[in-house]
């Protein structure tokens, strides 16, 4: 049995209110490789915060037929501090 590698790397840039990041993970074996790069930005305004990510996930085994995948994950979050400064959010998530 052949090792298998996994290779991942991401950055982000925050600009203003704004925030955008890109990405890749890469998994290789001599019979399957995995690849998922991906895009994201996200908007944020006191304690509300909205993000989308997007994804296009290559998936392929070894003598079997490759496939894409596109898929999103969209974002929201609401968060407020409390007179002691300890902080409540609540967290939504669709994707």
Known sequence: MSEIAV???????????????????YLHHSDYSWHNPFLSAAYHYYGIALGISGHMVYDS??????????????????????????????VWQLG
Not at 7 to 25: E, H, K, L, P, Y
Not at 61 to 90: I, P, Q, W
């Open 7 to 25: 290779v991942g790397f991401a950055t982000a840039a925050a600009r203003n209110r704004f925030i955008f990041a890109g990405g890749s993970t």
């Open 61 to 90: 085994v070894k003598g079997e037929d490759s496939e894409y995948d596109f898929s999103y994950d969209l974002a929201a979050r609401y968060s407020h501090r409390t007179m002691a400064r300890s902080s409540n959010s609540c």
